[in-house]
């Protein structure tokens, strides 16, 4: 029934913050002025470092926290005045929550009870949910008779039981090893992909996050920097944070010299050395600019003039990371300037202490205005 | 730091004691008590004339009666008190547990006109464990603000609700009420003890406190009675008269004693068997049970001297100045009726009495 | 090459073990050493087998139905004038008096007369002496207490005792005490540990609520009445409760009770139970409040997610986790509870005599140490089923105090 009326309108607003304010001493605000949608069924990252903000938004959603002001809706009713329990909000938390006194059955029957559900109805469903997440057979253990992996399923399955439509996540994978932790991020996508729900999910992981979202937002001092999807953040950031934040990123300091009608613009990032980028906000000349180019991006210049940007490097170190080397070079003034070169048959040997040619593509290389530092 | 200083001055003040006790064992004697005003009237009545006269420090120190503490020193084998001060059943129950030494040969002091002590002591008080030294008495006693008209004169008014309604206060336990209830009955205090020998007289002495029963409030310890008279608790109580006297004449409450049937007991004093220093100890004792020692007890609180000699002698309050004479539970004005504890009586049926009585209360 | 080895690994072993001897020193001086002799005292009492081997060795094979012949009187003549020399009679005396009451005298004054005694019959000489030589009930009472070992003091301890026949009956019914006291103390300790939960519990949960610095001002307002003598603790209360006192006083004076109907708090079971929970609230708190600390917020949160309102969310998710606190701080109160009785003796009234008061009783007074032991033993059984109960329950290593 869920998953019908998500499909159906896919891309209406499911959750909304507007103006929110988050202030726990009424002088420091931890979340400013905040707006956001949600659409429905729609799988939302709120991405950052700790302390920027997003585990509050998602308190203030789930009801354990006040709004200061603004006000949050879902399907465009104020929740200000409802009680968490009556929210219907499928919450897992970060250390999961199970109720280690409850086997794994009553676990997910808890919901379904306090909803006064019939045990037949409760068994099937709490069947279901076990079936959802691989768990079938363990619904007699206590949680702490199960591994870290199988204790986060029962919490995903216990935020999914009683078929709410949203489902809040905080960091739910933050206490598993990477192994897992990649799995169990292909298993909450599938689960996602399956049910339709429209899922906030928190972390501080970008590839996580990358992995998992429709919209990623990412979080910086109480503000979103920048909400798009992952190719979006990934390709087109629009603030220097976002684009260090997400993936690796050389950063430039310069001067805008020249604006073209294009949007290509010259930047000077030392005597002699220009660079061409794309300005990614109206930028004038006099103005001072960062420019972010992707490792991988960076292509070692076999010939002359290979790249619009081309400049000379000097190989500080080569590390092996198997499907890609990651080169290490002093080139523009820069000091650890990374190069991620696939690990094609002849990529072109290189030693430390090789002098070389490094270059990227205009297209590749965005000029970022100094104004988004302070926003 | 403060605490290090602190542990320091704990380790340094725990030394100094061990060394002061190797300087002091020559030369003291414990003394165990019953603290409160009684251990400062015997330590200002001869105490102090004790230590000047014979130069042996005093170490004074407090129980709460009972053998318990005696007989746990004296079967670990290790006894550190000398003299304790003890009334006179358990007295007889510590005899005869071995628990004290034998004193009964001890050559006591005469009297100031030369009669020897075994003429000057009342009957029966020099005993093979101890030696009597002081009267006390239970008595009744009531707060005059607490009763309205006419007060209380016998113990028959306090077993009278009509008369004097309101809630009395009795101690825990089938001595002193077993009495009472018989004598406030009507029986003469000279049939008491043989009455109460046969089932007819006990459950007469149950049947009469049964009257009485759901006005009582039971005191555990001797401070409580005159605290529940104060606070109007009760209107009347049965009480020690030492206690009652402190509270009428250095508390100044207007506390009246009704001497009409009280229960006369002695105090005694006694050496533990097995006393470190039992020389000394033998020395205290012939002190402390000399009529000069006795009376000085007696200028200080209100329990009598146990020698005929001394009775005279008792005169004014040392601090106060009151005349002690008519609270003395001897006075003649205050022996027209009572009765004197036997103990006797009691070690043999104290055990049985005390289970009946606490199954009487818990009926 | 072997004392080499073994200079490696002593050390590792021997320091444990040396760490852990002054413990066991200290558990074995102040608990398995008296807990023994307790055990021992309640059931073994030799002092009138030593007194009187002979006389007891006759006795045996009397028959119990007429008076021993006359070679039995000779034989406990000689003994008790040696156990009068030797000061043992008393103790004979107080253990025969224990079994047939008011029998005491009879020894001291027999043995006293016999030494100017010329008679050769002796028998006629005793009863002449004193008449309750006569009596055989005192003769099976000195062959009763002969008995090194014993089950008297069991079988007093809950109101039992020996019969004429070698069977069991109850002691007669104004002696009874010992099993009403029993009943008591437990529905006492009930009541007390049933109250410091109903207050105790809401009091932890806010100390474990609130931010750490009230946590720390509340926690030493719970423990201030630690730090005061618990006679001062029992005084204070008589003093607020009583007739004439300042809960009364208040009650009067805002008009709820009348001035002649003063409310009975104390020297009665309300006496006992308000001034025991106060003593014993700690007892429970602590426990409670530990449990509840390590309970982090986010299972209430949690309940609230899956739509259970706070007080289902209580009732399944939070209380059933505090539980291991619960039940330490019922089994705390409990046990302590069960040796309490300065505190019911003196706010109590007829009703605050409780089973700890009549071992103080025998051990302070009567010195029938054997009899205390017993009741002692069995009050320590009653703790040790609670306790085994508890383990069984909830496990004794989940005992927290703080």
């Given at each position: 029934?869920?998953?019908?009326?998500?499909?159906?309108?896919?891309?209406?607003?499911?959750?909304?913050?507007?103006?929110?304010?988050?202030?726990?001493?009424?002088?420091?605000?931890?979340?400013?002025?905040?707006?956001?949608?949600?659409?429905?069924?729609?799988?939302?990252?709120?991405?950052?470092?700790?302390?920027?903000?997003?585990?509050?938004?998602?308190?203030?959603?789930?009801?354990?926290?006040?709004?200061?002001?603004?006000?949050?809706?879902?399907?465009?009713?104020?929740?200000?005045?409802?009680?968490?329990?009556?929210?219907?909000?499928?919450?897992?938390?970060?250390?999961?929550?199970?109720?280690?006194?409850?086997?794994?059955?009553?676990?997910?029957?808890?919901?379904?009870?306090?909803?006064?559900?019939?045990?037949?109805?409760?068994?099937?469903?709490?069947?279901?949910?076990?079936?959802?997440?691989?768990?079938?057979?363990?619904?007699?253990?206590?949680?702490?008779?199960?591994?870290?992996?199988?204790?986060?399923?029962?919490?995903?399955?216990?935020?999914?039981?009683?078929?709410?439509?949203?489902?809040?996540?905080?960091?739910?994978?933050?206490?598993?090893?990477?192994?897992?932790?990649?799995?169990?991020?292909?298993?909450?996508?599938?689960i996602h992909q399956q049910l339709g729900v429209t899922m906030v999910y928190v972390t501080h992981d970008q590839q996580e996050a990358m992995v998992l979202s429709d919209r990623v937002a990412v979080f910086r001092d109480g503000r979103i920097e920048q909400i798009a999807t992952p190719e979006t953040l990934y390709e087109e950031p629009s603030r220097v944070f976002v684009s260090s934040f997400i993936g690796d990123n050389n950063v430039l300091y310069g001067e805008v010299r020249e604006v073209q009608d294009n949007d290509i613009c010259h930047v000077s990032i030392g005597p002699d050395r220009n660079v061409q980028a794309l300005s990614v906000e109206e930028t004038k000349p006099g103005e001072p600019v960062w420019v972010a180019i992707r490792p991988e991006r960076v292509g070692i210049a076999k010939t002359e003039n290979q790249y619009s940007n081309q400049f000379d490097a000097i190989v500080n170190d080569i590390v092996f990371m198997g499907d890609h080397l990651r080169i290490n070079v002093d080139t523009c003034g820069v000091r650890n300037f990374i190069i991620k070169i696939p690990n094609l048959v002849g990529h072109g040997a290189v030693l430390p202490g090789d002098e070389i040619q490094v270059g990227w593509a205009t297209l590749d290389c965005r000029a970022l205005s100094m104004d988004s530092e302070k926003t | 730091m403060r605490k290090n200083f602190q542990f320091r001055s704990l380790i340094g003040g725990s030394l100094l004691c061990i060394a002061a006790n190797c300087v002091w064992a020559e030369e003291t004697l414990t003394v165990v008590s019953f603290g409160g005003s009684y251990a400062k009237a015997c330590v200002d009545g001869y105490h102090k004339a004790f230590t000047e006269e014979t130069g042996i420090k005093i170490k004074l120190e407090d129980y709460n009666g009972g053998l318990a503490q005696i007989r746990a020193q004296v079967d670990a084998g290790s006894v550190h008190w000398d003299v304790v001060d003890t009334e006179s059943s358990p007295l007889l129950t510590g005899c005869d547990e071995g628990l004290f030494e034998y004193v009964g040969d001890l050559d006591l002091p005469p009297a100031p006109d030369g009669t020897p002590a075994s003429e000057d002591f009342f009957d029966g008080q020099i005993q093979d464990c101890g030696i009597g030294t002081l009267v006390f008495a239970t008595v009744i006693a009531y707060n005059p603000e607490n009763i309205d008209g006419e007060m209380p004169t016998t113990l028959q008014d306090f077993f009278d609700l009509e008369k004097f309604p309101g809630r009395r206060g009795m101690r825990r336990s089938p001595a002193s009420n077993l009495e009472f209830a018989l004598m406030g009955d009507g029986v003469p205090p000279d049939q008491v003890f043989e009455l109460l020998s046969t089932e007819e007289g006990m459950q007469r002495a149950f049947r009469k406190l049964d009257s009485i029963k759901e006005h009582v409030i039971w005191w555990e310890t001797g401070a409580q009675p005159p605290q529940m008279l104060a606070d109007g608790e009760v209107i009347m109580t049965t009480a020690w008269n030492g206690r009652i006297f402190n509270a009428q004449v250095i508390e100044e409450q207007p506390f009246k004693i009704i001497w009409d049937g009280h229960l006369r007991d002695v105090g005694a004093l006694t050496i533990v068997a097995g006393a470190p220093n039992l020389e000394n100890a033998k020395k205290f004792l012939k002190f402390a049970t000399s009529t000069r020692a006795m009376v000085g007890v007696a200028n200080h609180i209100s329990y009598a001297p146990l020698r005929h000699s001394g009775l005279p002698l008792v005169g004014k309050h040392a601090v106060t100045g009151e005349d002690m004479q008519p609270h003395m539970p001897t006075y003649p004005e205050n022996s027209k009726n009572f009765l004197w504890n036997d103990v006797e009586w009691w070690s043999e049926r104290e055990d049985e009495l005390t289970e009946r009585f606490n199954a009487w209360l818990s009926r | 090459m072997a004392s080499t080895r073994s200079q490696n690994q002593e050390p590792s072993r021997l320091v444990p073990i040396g760490l852990a001897l002054p413990l066991v020193a200290f558990v074995l001086v102040t608990f398995v050493i008296p807990l023994g002799t307790m055990v021992v005292q309640s059931a073994y009492d030799p002092q009138v087998a030593q007194a009187l081997p002979k006389t007891l060795d006759l006795l045996r094979d009397w028959n119990d139905s007429a008076l021993p012949s006359s070679d039995v009187f000779e034989t406990i003549a000689s003994e008790l004038i040696s156990s009068r020399e030797d000061r043992s009679i008393g103790k004979v005396a107080t253990r025969v008096n224990r079994i047939k009451s008011g029998s005491r005298s009879v020894f001291a004054k027999t043995a006293r007369r016999l030494e100017r005694v010329e008679d050769t019959d002796l028998k006629t000489a005793m009863i002449e002496i004193d008449d309750r030589w006569e009596d055989i009930e005192l003769w099976r009472a000195i062959r009763s207490a002969g008995q090194k070992f014993?089950?008297?003091?069991?079988?007093?301890?809950?109101?039992?005792?020996?019969?004429?026949?070698?069977?069991?009956?109850?002691?007669?019914?104004?002696?009874?005490?010992?099993?009403?006291?029993?009943?008591?103390?437990?529905?006492?300790?009930?009541?007390?540990?049933?109250?410091?939960?109903?207050?105790?519990?809401?009091?932890?949960?806010?100390?474990?609520?609130?931010?750490?610095s009230w946590a720390k001002i509340l926690l030493v307002i719970v423990l201030v009445p630690f730090w005061t003598s618990l006679l001062v603790r029992t005084t204070s209360w008589l003093v607020l409760l009583q007739n004439q006192g300042v809960v009364n006083d208040v009650l009067v004076w805002i008009g709820l009770v009348s001035d002649d109907s003063r409310l009975a708090l104390v020297h009665n079971m309300t006496g006992t139970l308000i001034a025991m929970t106060h003593v014993l609230l700690p007892f429970m708190i602590l426990p409670l409040y530990a449990v509840m600390r390590s309970i982090p917020p986010d299972y209430m949160r949690a309940a609230a997610s899956l739509g259970a309102n706070p007080i289902e969310g209580f009732v399944k998710v939070y209380f059933p986790q505090s539980l291991p606190g619960v039940s330490a701080g019922c089994l705390l109160v409990f046990i302590l509870s069960l040796g309490y009785y300065i505190t019911p003796a003196l706010v109590g009234g007829t009703k605050g005599q409780l089973i700890s008061n009549m071992i103080a009783y025998h051990i302070q007074t009567s010195l029938n140490w054997g009899l205390a032991a017993a009741i002692s033993v069995i009050l320590l059984i009653g703790v040790f089923v609670c306790y085994f109960i508890f383990d069984r329950w909830v496990g004794i290593d989940k005992l927290k105090l703080g």
């Open positions: 029934m869920t998953t019908d009326k998500a499909t159906e309108q896919a891309s209406d607003v499911h959750i909304s913050f507007d103006n929110v304010v988050k202030s726990y001493d009424g002088s420091t605000q931890v979340v400013k002025d905040l707006n956001l949608d949600v659409n429905r069924g729609e799988f939302l990252t709120l991405l950052g470092p700790s302390g920027s903000g997003k585990t509050t938004c998602l308190m203030m959603l789930a009801g354990f926290e006040s709004i200061t002001s603004g006000t949050i809706t879902i399907d465009g009713r104020a929740i200000q005045d409802i009680l968490p329990h009556k929210r219907g909000i499928g919450m897992v938390f970060q250390n999961y929550a199970l109720f280690p006194h409850l086997t794994v059955r009553k676990n997910l029957s808890f919901p379904l009870e306090v909803r006064g559900m019939s045990a037949s109805e409760r068994n099937s469903r709490v069947m279901r949910a076990l079936e959802l997440v691989q768990l079938e057979g363990l619904e007699n253990r206590k949680p702490r008779n199960l591994s870290g992996g199988q204790q986060q399923r029962v919490a995903i399955a216990r935020a999914l039981v009683f078929e709410p439509e949203i489902v809040l996540m905080d960091e739910p994978l933050g206490a598993l090893d990477r192994r897992l932790r990649e799995e169990m991020q292909y298993e909450i996508r599938r | - | 014993t089950a008297r003091h069991y079988l007093r301890s809950v109101d039992l005792e020996p019969a004429q026949d070698g069977g069991i009956q109850q002691v007669s019914e104004d002696q009874r005490i010992y099993n009403t006291l029993y009943f008591r103390t437990v529905y006492v300790s009930l009541a007390v540990t049933v109250l410091c939960f109903l207050i105790g519990y809401p009091i932890a949960y806010a100390i474990a609520s609130v931010s750490d």
